[in-house]
């Protein structure tokens, strides 16, 4: 009887720790920081954002963009005024994150009558490492002023993994003391 519920608990802590630890695939918002640094035009010095997406459609394979549908949201401190994607020239359908296999590529980000963040203005749905003014109302009347830098934030675990990984250490000790008093090696 004492070795079916050693069993029954050692299996239990077993489950619990597999559970947390080896949990299937999810979707998850990834968080990046971004850098402008603008080294030329009317405008130099550093600006600072930030963009997150769902990266559940993401296979990792050839040249992938995700948008406003995979929950892309951006804040740009840009002059002094607070940009959101909202501010985009084609919202909804833009801005976009751009990958290639997987891999970052770009913010592409037009802001009408103010800049663009992309690889190219004439391909505005492409992003990119470059900064450009736009000098007039013709949205392609640009000046590359600066680039663009991308750092990824660090994920914090989930609550119930620590959770789930401190009840199987607790048992998994738990059952180990009780085995050292018990006197059975």
């Known amino acids: 009887m ?6 029954s608990i050692a299996a239990f802590a077993v489950a619990i720790s597999v559970a947390t630890i080896a949990k299937p695939t999810q979707a998850a918002l990834v968080n990046y920081g971004f850098t402008v640094n603008a080294t030329s035009g009317d405008n130099p010095g550093q600006y600072f954002g930030s963009f ?10 050839g040249e992938e963009t995700l948008g406003i549908s995979n929950g892309l949201s951006i804040a740009f ?6 940009y959101t994607e909202a501010n985009d020239f ?7 994150v751009s990958f290639t296999d997987g891999n970052l590529s770009g ?13 190219d203005p004439g391909k505005p749905n ?4 470059k900064f450009y003014s736009i000098l007039s109302a013709d949205l392609f009347s640009t000046t590359e ?3 663009v830098s991308y750092s990824k934030s660090t994920p914090v675990p989930e609550p119930m993994t620590i959770i789930g990984i401190a009840i199987a ?3 998994a000790l738990g059952m180990k003391r009780k085995k050292k008093l018990s006197g059975v090696n």
């Open 107 to 119: 913010l592409s980000y037009l802001v009408e009558d103010q800049f663009f963040i992309g690889n």
């Open 2 to 7: 004492k070795l079916a519920k050693d069993i």
């Open 169 to 171: 250490g607790a048992m």
């Open 52 to 61: 997150q997406y769902n990266d559940s459609t993401l296979i990792g394979i």
């Open 90 to 96: 084609d919202y909804p359908s833009s801005p976009v």
């Open 77 to 82: 401190n840009y002059l002094g005024t607070q």
């Open 126 to 129: 492409t992003g990119g490492t």
């Open 145 to 147: 002023v600066g680039t």
